[in-house]
């Protein structure tokens, strides 16, 4: 299985190999990721300034809108492995919370902005109940029973007085000029968007982050190696519904109206899952990388056609296809492929009468700080 | 850090089968205990029951003084209580050393976490596949893996299940020596194990158990002497091989065949 193995360190003192991963890093290669994030950066602040069509920004909200959801999903579901397919009830939560308090606090403008911290603190509250309750069961019966919430938040919604039954509640609207009047909005966006890949980011190189995926793997021996598992996963859930809480209430902020089939809407799950898996489920860019392409592709569908589905049909067919053929998502299977073509590459080179060049191990999530430490050997 | 764990009389039924009933066993500190018996005895059910994977119906499960009678699986390990698993438990998706730093630490910073989990590694033979993902590695590497990730917080008392189990016979042979070190080292094992040369010659202390009940208990010697081990074996059939030789060859001597041919394989 690890033939092929280089045999350093095998025999050499234990303490020399893992206490200097960094300097077996590839400069050149963190030096390009590094100037790769400054020009992605770079270009997601300036983008409104430069494309200043409102169809074009006003996609590029709800993009980047996405890009926190999915990453906050993916800090829960991809690190721990327990699927949430009810994550549009932190999303609405914290969208109705923003509508009703700015009415009933006189919010208006852009003090409205300061609400949602406050939103998304409400969907981490929401979430307590809720996670010891669902977590207390795994895998197709957790998917089922987040299900069950989703329906549950979707008909109070449709009933109750606060949220204006059926017949919806309107969000103030800003009086910002109408050629700019998505900017503050995107910024907004970017910034929820920041936060929740930073979160993942930090998450995934943690112990914290150790512990979730090892839940994932095998909950019961985590349990049995000192891992205690259930407050793990639901302060993760709770983080993910904090986020998630947040980027619903700036949405029904931005779209300005608050019905419960849209604020609860079934599709909003099933895309943000398929974006995570879409990208590559339990790493950082992957979320991030599904939602910057698929958000976009659904929202020009939508704009194509005035009465069709096309969208929908589109999606359920990509999901069909990510699960059969990238079932690890696009980032993680592409890292394996780049790293057997550079294995290739090394056993040519050996071949043709070069020295030999040790073969890496098979790539795994990226952002394992281990397994660069393997592949940072074959490229002489 | 060592301790005695004691089971006192144990029982546990799954709906009409009674798994475990009024079984004691003790694992006296710093000493090897070996727990045999035919398949479905209810060796593992004991060990779940032991280290809170299985509520149990009656009895008391003690370490040292303290009582950890039901006590939820993080909480025994926390109390210093490390177990593998019959079926191999690892967790495939993360690299060998992050499987390493799974388990709870008391008081190590990162750099000192990693270099005592890469200690372990090279202890146990396989540092060499530190970066590798753990699902990549072969079954036997596996085992190896799982014992080196229960040693990391140090436990007072380890439990192991067939530790020999589907191994081959060289490895056998290291992982009876890595076992016998730690144990000179102070620490307390309690294995089930169905290979005889292995049981015989590394236990100080043997207890057998059929149908949930344990039948005997004692040195190696005494064990298999006892009438009633070869009874709970072989069910009194009279012309068979007695699946416990007299003069128990050196543990990796598989010349002859594993016991587990005549105990009928593993259970599971």
């Given amino acids: 299985m690890t033939a092929g193995q280089p045999a350093t360190g095998t025999t050499g003192p234990a303490t020399a190999e893992p206490t200097q991963p960094r300097p077996s890093r590839l400069p050149a290669s963190r030096l390009a990721g590094g100037a790769g994030l400054v020009v992605l950066i770079a270009v997601i602040g300036v983008f409104p300034l430069v494309f200043t069509n409102a169809t074009v920004t006003n996609f590029a909200v709800i993009t980047l809108i996405f890009v926190a959801v999915v990453s906050a999903w993916n800090l829960f579901s991809g690190f721990s492995g327990y699927l949430s397919l009810g994550h549009a009830v932190f999303y609405g939560t914290g969208a109705y919370f923003l509508v009703v308090a700015a009415k009933d606090w006189n919010f208006t403008g852009s003090s409205v902005f300061w609400l949602l911290p406050l939103a998304g603190l409400v969907a981490a509250v929401i979430a307590v109940p809720l996670g010891l309750i669902a977590l207390r069961v795994r895998r197709h019966t957790f998917v089922v029973i987040t299900i069950a919430y989703f329906f549950i938040a979707q008909l109070a919604a449709s009933n109750l007085k606060v949220t204006g039954g059926s017949s919806g509640l309107l969000p103030p609207v800003p009086n910002y000029a109408a050629s700019t009047f998505n900017n503050p909005f995107y910024y907004v966006a970017m910034l929820i968007a920041a936060i929740a890949v930073v979160l993942a980011w930090v998450i995934r190189r943690s112990r914290y982050g150790l ?12 349990a049995g190696l000192g891992v205690r598992a259930m407050p793990v996963k639901l302060s993760a859930l709770v983080l993910s519904a904090f986020i998630t809480g947040m980027a619903g209430a700036l949405w029904v902020y931005f779209i300005g109206e608050a019905f419960p089939q849209f604020v609860f809407d079934p599709l909003f799950d099933l895309a943000v899952v398929l974006m995570g898996f879409f990208g590559g489920l339990g790493t950082v860019a992957g979320p991030v990388l599904g939602a910057l392409v698929l958000e976009p592709t659904q929202q020009w569908l939508y704009l194509q056609e005035t009465n069709g589905y096309s969208a929908e049909i589109l999606f359920g067919a990509l999901f069909l296809v990510v699960i059969l053929f990238l079932p690890r998502g696009v980032l993680p299977t592409g890292a394996e492929y780049l790293t057997s073509i550079r294995a290739w590459i090394a056993r040519r080179r050996s071949q043709e009468g070069g020295p030999p060049v040790p073969v890496p191990e098979p790539a795994g999530q990226s952002g394992t700080a281990g397994q660069s430490s393997t592949a940072a050997g074959e490229t002489s | 850090m060592t301790a005695t764990l004691r089971a006192e009389g144990v029982s546990k039924s799954f709906g009409g089968l009674q798994a475990l009933s009024d079984c004691s066993l003790t694992a006296e500190a710093g000493r090897i205990t070996g727990l045999i018996g035919p398949n479905g005895s209810g060796k593992t059910t004991l060990f779940n029951a032991i280290t809170g994977y299985e509520r149990i119906d009656a009895g008391e499960v003690y370490l040292g003084d303290r009582r950890i009678t039901g006590a939820a699986p993080q909480r025994v390990f926390a109390y210093g209580v490390g177990r593998t698993f019959q079926l191999t438990r690892i967790f495939p998706r993360l690299t060998v050393l992050e499987n390493m730093l799974v388990p709870a630490q008391r008081g190590l910073s990162g750099r000192r976490h990693r270099e005592h989990a890469m200690e372990l590694l090279s202890f146990t033979g396989i540092a060499n596949h530190a970066n590798a993902l753990a699902g990549t590695l072969s079954y036997g590497q596996r085992k190896l893996l799982e014992l080196s990730y229960v040693l990391v917080a140090d436990p ?9 189990g589907g191994v081959n016979p060289s490895l056998i042979n290291h992982i009876a020596a890595r076992i016998r070190e730690l144990n000179q080292g102070g620490k307390t094992f309690l294995l089930v194990e169905h290979n005889m040369d292995f049981v015989m010659s590394l236990c100080d ?36 091989d007695p699946p416990v030789a007299a003069e128990p060859p050196a543990v990796g001597d598989q010349s002859r065949g594993t016991p587990d041919d005549v105990l009928g394989g593993s259970h599971g």
């Fill in chain 2, 156 to 164: 007072a008392v380890v439990l192991l299940d067939e530790p020999a």
């Fill in chain 1, 211 to 222: 512990q979730l995926r090892a839940i994932r793997d095998d909950e019961d021996r985590a």
């Fill in chain 2, 205 to 240: 202390q043997v207890t057998v158990l059929d149908s949930g009940t344990v039948v005997a208990s004692g040195t190696p010697a005494e064990v298999r002497a006892d009438p009633r081990v070869l009874d709970a074996y072989l069910g009194g059939a009279p012309g068979d």
